[in-house]
């Protein structure tokens, strides 16, 4: 088993570096944006909280290309791999026209989510440029994932993290009026996360073509139209790992939404913890990738073997980093949220929802390391149906109860989110241990 740690650690740590990278663009926008006022980070709030479901919708339909590359790369077969590639690329372009046109129709309704007046007049424009950014961002995840499954992990890393770095430069020069930029405030904010978005795509399109090894994994025709089974295939295994997780990331953006119903300081407070939170989420779910890539790799090469070894290494990493992640959040939540905001009430509020998420660390790095290697073996339809029951069925009408009527406030909706993940951990693990026996 320590080899197989070994194995996926090596394999994982680009990744996790990748994933927190990532995450750290959100993270400079938060910080950036809470200097100018809590209604500007409510605003924020509000609009990741419409945001985040449709672009986890498309992250999680391109999941199908780690399994697939991973597959091919574990048989030898590079027009698989070639085809993984191509076919993700062309859907994530569609979703991604698919899903702004969507949400544009959402932002000329934004009072029908009963917003604070202040926080819904200053969202459209925000909201829109945004969206707008959601087709490069899934185009360059396509790549990122192709490129991930043939173990070549370090190249995507430098080049999304150099999209972060570039994203906080602009955001110093539109957000705030420098280099002889207008101060544009919020919308400064989102012109540079998508002038970001489309750099990181341009960079990974350029690296893909240079790189050696790769030429032979790599579409030599980007538009030949995909055959009919291939899609289903791939939609197959895309669309119901996307159910399960837009379950859980919609869960998070229904409690944002609940929190207008607490006010401005509750969805600022909101804001910081679920950053927070998210990032250092982005330590299981890098290594749940790596685990998805190492399954379907096993799993296409035929080493039934390996796949309870793969499994239970997993397992005990998830678990260590859950301990380390619970006792930060549990020792230090005033400090982390000092790094956001100034406002005291809201530090005070955003540290009493951490020590909720320190509780729940254990139980979300186990569902989605064991949901993400259910996926490598293909098993995606179940994992959704438990998802939706986990977080849907369960954890939202806890949180809505404990904060309305019993008067929790915004903790009694976190208390909720980790009920739910707390149900998909203990429906998911004894499936994945099934399936691998």
Same mark, same amino acid.
């Given at each position: 088993?320590? *080899?197989?740690?070994?194995?996926?650690?090596?394999?994982?740590?680009?990744?996790?570096?990748?994933?927190?990278?990532?995450?750290?663009?959100?993270?400079?926008?938060?910080?950036?944006?809470?200097?100018?006022?809590?209604?500007?980070?409510?605003?924020?709030?509000?609009a990741?909280?419409?945001?985040?479901?449709?672009?986890?919708?498309?992250?999680?339909?391109?999941?199908?290309?780690?399994?697939?590359?991973?597959?091919?790369?574990?048989?030898?077969?590079?027009?698989?791999?070639?085809?993984?590639?191509?076919?993700?690329?062309?859907?994530?372009?569609?979703?991604?026209?698919?899903?702004f @046109?969507?949400?544009?129709?959402?932002?000329?309704?934004?009072?029908?989510?009963?917003?604070?007046?202040?926080?819904?007049?200053?969202?459209?424009?925000?909201?829109?440029?945004?969206m707008?950014?959601?087709?490069?961002?899934?185009?360059?995840?396509?790549?990122?994932? *192709?490129?991930?499954?043939?173990?070549?992990?370090?190249p995507?890393?430098?080049?999304?993290?150099?999209?972060?770095?570039?994203?906080?430069?602009?955001?110093?020069?539109?957000?705030?009026?420098?280099?002889?930029?207008?101060?544009w405030?919020?919308?400064?904010?989102?012109?540079?996360?998508?002038?970001?978005?489309?750099?990181?795509?341009?960079?990974?399109?350029v690296?893909?073509?240079?790189?050696?090894?790769?030429?032979?994994?790599?579409?030599?025709?980007?538009?030949?139209?995909?055959?009919?089974?291939?899609?289903?295939?791939?939609?197959?295994?895309?669309?119901?790992?996307?159910?399960?997780?837009?379950?859980?990331?919609?869960?998070?953006?229904?409690?944002?939404?609940?929190?207008?119903?607490?006010?401005?300081?509750?969805?600022?407070?909101?804001?910081?913890?679920?950053?927070?939170?998210?990032?250092?989420?982005?330590?299981?779910?890098?290594?749940?990738?790596?685990?998805?890539?190492?399954?379907?790799?096993?799993n296409?090469?035929?080493?039934?073997?390996r796949?309870?070894?793969?499994?239970?290494?997993?397992?005990?990493?998830?678990?260590?980093?859950?301990?380390?992640?619970?006792?930060?959040?549990?020792?230090?939540?005033?400090?982390?949220?000092?790094?956001?905001?100034?406002?005291?009430?809201?530090?005070?509020?955003?540290?009493?929802?951490?020590?909720?998420? @320190?509780?729940?660390?254990?139980?979300?790095?186990?569902?989605?390391?064991?949901?993400?290697?259910?996926?490598?073996?293909?098993?995606?339809?179940?994992?959704?149906?438990m998802?939706?029951?986990?977080?849907?069925?369960?954890?939202?009408?806890?949180?809505?109860?404990?904060?309305?009527?019993?008067?929790?406030?915004?903790?009694?909706?976190?208390?909720?989110?980790?009920?739910?993940?707390?149900?998909?951990?203990?429906?998911?693990?004894?499936?994945?241990?099934?399936?691998?026996?």
């Open positions: 088993m320590l *080899h197989e740690c070994r194995q996926t650690l090596k394999l994982a740590f680009p990744l996790v570096i990748g994933q927190v990278s990532q995450m750290l663009l959100g993270v400079a926008d938060t910080v950036m944006i809470g200097k100018l006022g809590v209604t500007e980070l409510a605003v924020l709030t509000f990741n909280s419409l945001f985040y479901v449709p672009f986890v919708f498309g992250i999680g339909v391109l999941t199908a290309i780690s399994v697939f590359t991973s597959n091919a790369r574990g048989s030898g077969d590079t027009a698989a791999g070639r085809a993984s590639c191509r076919l993700g690329v062309h859907i994530s372009t569609l979703l991604g026209l698919l899903l @046109g969507v949400m544009w129709v959402f932002s000329l309704n934004l009072e029908m989510f009963g917003q604070p007046k202040e926080v819904e007049q200053n969202t459209e424009l925000f909201f829109m440029i945004i707008a950014s959601m087709v490069p961002a899934l185009m360059s995840m396509a790549l990122k994932n *192709h490129a991930d499954a043939l173990d070549r992990p370090w995507p890393f430098w080049i999304f993290l150099g999209g972060v770095l570039l994203n906080v430069f602009l955001n110093w020069v539109m957000i705030y009026g420098n280099l002889g930029c207008p101060a405030g919020l919308e400064g904010a989102a012109i540079a996360t998508l002038i970001a978005r489309i750099a990181i795509l341009v960079a990974m399109f690296w893909l073509y240079r790189a050696s090894g790769l030429r032979e994994w790599v579409p030599y025709h980007w538009f030949r139209m995909p055959e009919n089974a291939e899609t289903r295939k791939f939609l197959g295994v895309g669309i119901p790992a996307s159910l399960q997780m837009i379950c859980e990331v919609s869960a998070f953006s229904a409690a944002g939404l609940l929190m207008g119903k607490f006010g401005a300081t509750a969805m600022a407070a909101h804001q910081v913890a679920l950053m927070c939170a998210a990032t250092a989420f982005m330590v299981p779910l890098g290594l749940s990738m790596a685990l998805s890539v190492r399954i379907g790799s096993a296409g090469a035929g080493e039934f073997h796949l309870r070894k793969i499994v239970v290494s997993g397992w005990w990493l998830g678990a260590g980093w859950a301990m380390i992640g619970a006792t930060i959040f549990f020792f230090s939540g005033e400090f982390l949220a000092s790094l956001y905001i100034d406002d005291l009430s809201v530090i005070r509020l955003a540290a009493l929802i951490m020590i909720v998420v @320190g509780v729940f660390q254990l139980f979300d790095s186990l569902q989605i390391g064991s949901v993400a290697m259910l996926r490598g073996l293909h098993d995606a339809r179940m994992p959704a149906v998802g939706f029951v986990a977080y849907w069925v369960i954890g939202i009408p806890v949180g809505y109860y404990l904060s309305i009527y019993l008067g929790y406030g915004a903790v009694g909706v976190w208390c909720g989110l980790a009920v739910g993940l707390f149900v998909a951990c203990i429906l998911l693990v004894p499936r994945l241990w099934k399936l691998t026996r």
